[in-house]
């Protein structure tokens, strides 16, 4: 007779586990069952499910997968057989996987393996001097990229400029991405590649930065940024398929079993595809597909990925989903505001900024969008561009009906009050970015200097959308502003309102809208799982749903609030199998 086969988690060198020996009786009343064993496990945990009817239970059975049951040690015993894994969890939390419905998993991976990238927190002269090192690494006259500069570093005060560049790279075209990712810092020789001189006009959507005679002095705004992205050479297929494959591999080991990739386009949607085909991807993947805005591809590639998006869908990747950028952002005040930004000279009395598409027209794209079956997620920093967001989905209710779409305002925390019950009401997920709170230096003050400390402090009314039915969702958003997709100092952020990187505890920013530790582990679970639309079989622990699983080196309910950022996941379940454990990493 076989031994039953022992499953073993070594968490920073404690030994979680004894299971029960091969041919030991089980516990009176626990008899032989007519119901298959489970192929693992897991027991002796404080497992949080996320599922209201049953908040808590002690133990999990898998099998093909799925959990096929949860409750205490003792109901486990009858599914527990020869070949059945048994991991005992030693009284240690665990919980659902994670969600991150906003990240761009190419932009952060790519810099990450093959792009000339620096800390956010650089000064001008550690850039110059990380520059200076790619330029060295690179043949001439190829271009290098990379990032991320502080946006405070330039936007409005052109502190940076192209010659600074060029100093270190005369013979290589440069081209750096800022913190937020919607600014670019190149040098002459990118502006001559890219054909912007002092005749070029500006693009709608962006600005090109110019002196005071009227030449581009290197900074490109928003939709200069990305018109410029477009013509850049695009990576391999295969630097496409590591790229991905790395990314997931850190998504899991924060916690994280499904995302949102915020822009995808084909390069990426092949790439999810061929690691899915492979059996390499270890995650659910929603690929939005970008709308009316230049980035690697144009417009009319767009317009093919989304004619062709069933050839890129898989067991987990869904295509299904669109972005819409509606504005920009407000430190370099293209974000488009209900009530007008502090006065400056270079833009005229009483200028709220200026929205990407007239209501009318977007209406009609989420109007159509939402009849084919595709989900929106729109790009909306100001208020005025979130309220004009919900204007075309409820267009797109009325028109339409009921579709069940769950469309999304992405970075809902600038909202006018009027707007905070409309989110329930149209069935709509704001999307929360909670350490934007305090992202990069630079960050805060330059959205403070053009919005005002009020505007800027009171943001993200997160408990009033709660009470008001509203299940908002969360995402990092990285890599622009946050240094890593780590979502748990983002969790912490929820129930403090403070920054989370900092040692010492500081003033709350709009304290009244922290919410309790439940609704945040909802936040970045069942709720993100809705806006994947995968909720029926993933976001909480239930009997019939995919076994997505994390366990945590600290039980949440039993730590200081402000402990919750540290917290380490030591070990990643997907679909019953372990693909993340911190003793193999060590």
């Not at 920073?12 to 496990?41: F, Y």
């Not at 550690?126 to 006259?141: D, T």
């Not at 622009?480 to 969790?491: H, L």
Request: aromatic share 8%; charged share 20%; hydrophobic share 40%.
């Amino acid at each position: 007779m076989k031994s039953v086969r022992c499953h073993y988690i070594v968490l920073t060198a404690v030994l979680l586990g004894a299971c029960r020996p091969a041919g030991e009786a089980p516990p009176p009343g626990q008899g032989t069952t007519p119901v298959d064993p489970a192929d693992r496990v897991l027991r002796n945990g404080a497992i949080y499910t996320v599922n209201g009817a049953q908040p808590w239970a002690e133990a999990v059975a898998i099998a093909d997968g799925r959990f096929v049951a949860v409750g205490t040690n003792d109901e486990m015993n009858a599914l527990v057989g020869q070949d059945t894994e048994v991991t005992d969890l030693q009284g240690r939390m665990a919980m659902p996987g994670m969600f991150d419905i906003h990240i761009h998993p190419v932009d952060g991976a790519m810099a990450a393996l093959y792009d000339c990238s620096f800390p956010f927190t650089s000064t001008v002269e550690e850039i110059l001097e990380h520059v200076a090192g790619c330029v060295s690494e690179a043949e001439s006259g190829e271009w290098v990229r990379g990032g991320q500069w502080a946006v405070g570093l330039a936007t409005l005060d052109q502190s940076i400029d192209a010659e600074l560049l060029d100093t270190v790279a005369p013979d290589n075209p440069v081209f750096l991405m800022d913190s937020t990712v919607h600014n670019a810092w190149v040098n002459s020789l990118a502006l001559q590649r890219l054909d912007i001189g002092p005749d070029t006009p500006d693009p709608p959507g962006g600005a090109i930065v110019r002196d005071s005679e009227g030449m581009p002095i290197g900074i490109l705004i928003d939709d200069a940024a990305y018109n410029a992205i477009s013509t850049l050479p695009d990576y391999s297929p295969e630097q496409y398929e590591e790229a991905l494959a790395w990314i997931v591999a850190m998504l899991n080991r924060y916690g994280v079993t499904g995302f949102k990739d915020a822009i995808a386009e084909a390069g990426a949607l092949s790439a999810y595809n061929a690691l899915d085909q492979s059996g390499r991807l270890n995650a659910r993947v929603a690929a939005s597909l970008i709308w009316k805005r230049a980035w690697i591809q144009s417009h009319e590639d767009h317009l093919l990925n989304i004619e062709q998006r069933d050839s890129y869908r898989s067991e987990r990747v869904n295509p299904d989903f669109i972005k819409i950028f509606l504005d920009g952002i407000a430190p370099s005040r293209t974000a488009y505001m209900l009530e007008p930004y502090l006065p400056h000279d270079a833009f005229p009395a009483d200028f709220r900024g200026e929205p990407l598409h007239d209501s009318a027209t977007l209406a009609e794209d989420v109007i159509n969008f939402d009849a084919q079956g595709l989900t929106v997620k729109m790009h909306a920093v100001g208020d005025g561009a979130l309220r004009q967001g919900l204007d075309a989905i409820e267009a797109a209710r009325v028109a339409n009906g009921p579709s069940g779409l769950r469309h999304e305002i992405s970075h809902a925390g600038i909202m006018h009050a009027d707007d905070i019950g409309r989110f329930a009401v149209l069935g709509a997920i704001p999307e929360l970015a909670p350490i934007l709170w305090y992202p990069v230096p630079g960050v805060v003050e330059a959205q403070t200097a053009a919005i005002g400390r009020e505007r800027a402090e009171f943001s993200f009314p997160i408990r009033s959308l709660v009470e008001s039915g509203a299940e908002p969702a969360f995402g990092s958003d990285w890599p622009a502003v946050v240094p890593t997709p780590n979502p748990w100092p983002g969790v912490e952020a929820l129930l403090t309102r403070q920054d989370p990187y900092l040692e010492d505890p500081q003033e709350a920013k709009w304290p009244e809208q922290a919410v309790n530790l439940e609704t945040a582990i909802e936040i970045v679970t069942i709720n993100g799982a809705r806006s994947l639309k995968v909720e029926e079989i993933a976001g909480s622990i239930e009997v019939g749903k995919s076994a997505d699983l994390i366990v945590l080196d600290r039980n949440l309910f039993e730590i200081p609030v402000r402990d919750i950022a540290e917290t380490q996941v030591l070990a990643t379940i997907f679909e019953g199998r372990t693909v993340y454990e911190q003793s193999q990493e060590q």
